[in-house]
């Protein structure tokens, strides 16, 4: 039922920053989470962080934790993510997901997903 809109993405520099939205519309279950998914050509979809619909529970990969931020603006029905000091390796498209727990880290766990926005960062 919940219907996910990703934007944000763009082309910026190494060492740039970029703030990713992802605006939920429909029901979502007050106990599930968002995430942040990755995916470059070539390379299976990465997880990257998530946040309780309620509530202020956050979940980081190890890859991005300290670069990268997740939250929330409740009113707006929206999540992001804050990327700083990015890097040529994190060019790929950014998706957010639906899953029943902010713990879920495979994408098999997400059952729904926005269409996703392209970050490129060049050198």
């Known amino acids: 039922q919940v219907q996910l809109v990703e934007s944000g993405g763009g082309l910026v520099q190494a060492g740039d920053s970029l703030m990713l939205s992802c605006a939920a519309s429909g029901r979502v279950i007050s106990s599930s989470a968002l995430g942040w998914f990755r995916q470059a050509p070539g390379r299976e979809r990465e997880f990257l962080a998530a946040i309780r619909w309620m509530g202020r529970t956050t979940n980081y990969a190890d890859s991005v934790k300290g670069r990268f931020t997740i939250s929330k603006d409740s009113d707006k029905r929206t999540i992001y993510l804050q990327l700083n000091s990015l890097k040529t390796e994190d060019t790929a498209v950014y998706y957010c997901?639906?899953?029943?727990?902010?713990?879920?880290?495979?994408?098999?766990?997400?059952?729904?997903w926005g269409q996703g926005t392209q970050v490129t960062v060049s050198s």
């Open positions: 997901a639906n899953a029943a727990s902010v713990w879920a880290l495979s994408p098999r766990e997400y059952h729904t």
